[in-house]
């Protein structure tokens, strides 16, 4: 197998709570040298014959714990960026990987001062489907008929709530053992099975019999209707991205990694398992270190140090306030003048990176924080609360509650601060974007609702329409959606700008909120995936990381286009992005299912053919 398995090196490092842990990893530049070639170059041709455009082709050192990947050009062509110090000279790891073919690999000697040529074969294979992404599994599910269709949306707004239907679908169960599984999911939570005591959800349960027949006609022993049509592999802008994944060590176990980190498709998408699920957001400081948040409760970690020029990884513990365990965490941002903020066990905690301390202030019961941190433009932090959303100002250390319009459980998750200092939040459970003006207290709402949210929803039989009323799903009940939901997630604000961009989870879709007339235009993504949360960089560029596609999109006001960038790696279940817009600007998101993190830089067209231009070997054929 091609990933290697090996021990983590744990230090003990002085401070209270404070666990090390060192890996190897590289400090590649976004900005590849000019007058510096590859390392490394090749070309990937099918065995059949033609060069293959928009392959995922990958480099790890030997012994170390990071990898390095780019995608093939038109002519099947690749470049490696330059190799920066301390990863010199070494024996490299390097495979090639594309749906439908058989990874190939090699081993080769390369450094900064002996560029190496690979040209690598890939020959097709006829079962592919443990390669597919969760939204090529979920445009394969038959909706020729109503009822097709229907039970489409069942299953897609259930079952690919914390994980992607990949996970689900490269099994193959008979309509009992799929009942056992609903029977389980129907108790499970974020991180695992609940127990058999744990709240059985009512959706599920109310769901899990037609469920189990339609998941073994679809996926089960017999012939199955999925019909497969491939996304088309990366090309142009979308293929000239460099990616490099840092592996984490897992918060429980210390000295190992995650068994399947999804770097070898054929192995199909990790289940998160066995510790690899966790990590969650991630922010980037101004030396362009990441720190990264752990929102499964452990021992040892709340936050982890990715230090980008060393390779090093720090784990620091905050104590619970049970004198015991780690205290957990979840939402982290950089302000603009460089302190972090991260939310943990119902406060707000102040990180300065430059001197490694913290700071917690708690709101006065019963409010506590949760979600997602986010500065306004006026350096205040807007936090979530379950029925609303609190401003917390750095200079007074107070905190102001500001409550949903709309009575109900909101479930706030995530939230922003705009340009003029109010505030805004994500009522997840009720379609709802909640609005605070700040100067007067005043509370108001936009409802999420899209033009072809209807056409979901008349899939509802009546009986289901009645079931999820009594329920009191969409007010009062969430995280298990009914068809047409929305379910807005993450969102930001456009601090140099008058927009808020609302990641619509369940939609499908990005909206645009204007923070002057709260007038909300929908924009929807140019493949069936779920947006998770929405960042907006220095030249108004909005990002969101498509936790179903292993990829990240960016949308472009101006145009109205999005450009889809893959990942080298599936499963990783992307919880959050960030930008760092003191570079690039890069982008940087967390694999929540294999405890990995990656950074995401873009070369131009001309860095691309400098470094094309200076490395050595004849360029190949097409």
Known sequence: MLTHRMAWLAATVMGVGILALLVAAPGTSAKAAL????????????????????????????????????????????????????????????????????????????????????????????????????????????????????????????????????????????????????????????????????????????????????????????????KFKLQPRPTGEAARHVVTEYDIPIAELPTERASIDGSEWSEGIPSGLHGGGGMHDVAVDNNGNAWITDSVPNAFRTVAKVETKTGQVTGYKLTAPNGVAARGSHGIIRARNGIIWFDTNGSLARLDPATETFELHTPPA?????????????????????H??????????????????????????????????????????????????????????????????ADQEELLTPADRAFYHNTGVGTYFGTFARPGSQAPRRLSADLNGN???????????LAKIDIKTRKATYYRLPIDSHPYATVVDRNHM????????????????????????????????????????????????????????????FRTPAQLQALKSASSGPPAQP
């Open 35 to 226: 007058d510096v070639g590859s390392p490394l170059s090749g070309a990937i041709r099918a065995a059949a014959g033609g060069a293959l455009e928009g392959v995922a082709v990958s480099a790890q050192p030997v012994g170390k714990t990071f990898t390095i990947s780019v995608f093939t050009d038109e002519r099947g062509e690749y470049f490696l960026p330059p190799l920066e110090a301390p990863f010199e000279d070494g024996t490299y790891l390097v495979w090639a990987q594309a749906v439908g073919y058989e990874t190939a690999r090699a081993e080769v000697h390369l450094g900064r001062a002996r560029p190496a040529r690979q040209d690598l074969t890939l020959k097709t294979v006829k079962d592919f489907a443990r390669q597919l992404s969760g939204a090529e599994w979920l445009a394969a599910l038959p909706a020729d008929t109503r009822e097709d269709r229907r039970m489409k949306e069942i299953f897609r707004v259930n079952c690919t709530e914390c994980h992607q239907a990949g996970l689900v679908f490269q099994n193959r169960l008979d309509e009992q053992g799929w009942l056992a599984i609903i029977e389980v999911m129907e108790r499970a939570t974020y991180h695992g099975w609940g127990g058999p005591t744990n709240r059985v959800s009512p959706i599920i349960a109310y769901h899990k019999q037609e469920l189990a027949t339609y998941l073994a006609r679809v996926s089960g022993p017999g012939p199955s209707p999925m």
């Open 499 to 509: 927009t808020v961009w609302v990641a619509n989870w369940w939609g499908y879709n």
């Open 542 to 601: 909005v990002w969101t990381n498509l936790s179903s596609d292993d990829a990240v999109a960016k949308f472009d006001p101006k145009t109205e286009k999005y450009t889809v960038y893959k990942l080298p790696s599936i499963g990783a279940e992307l919880r959050y992005i960030a930008v760092d817009d003191n570079t690039g600007p890069d982008v940087w998101v967390v694999y929540r299912e294999s405890s990995r993190v990656a950074r995401i830089q």
């Open 388 to 453: 609303g959303v609190l401003q917390f100002d750095p200079d007074t250390k107070k905190f102001r509650y500001f409550q949903n319009k709309t009575i109900g459980d909101g479930q706030t998750y995530g939230n922003a601060g705009d340009a003029l200092g109010n505030g805004w939040w994500a009522q997840f459970n009720q379609d709802i974007v909640g609005y605070a003006d700040a100067s007067t207290g005043q509370v108001d709402e936009v409802r999420m609702r899209p033009p072809w949210a």
């Open 366 to 386: 019963p409010l506590g924080v949760g979600g997602s941190p986010r500065e306004d433009g006026k350096g205040k932090i807007w936090i979530g609360n379950r």
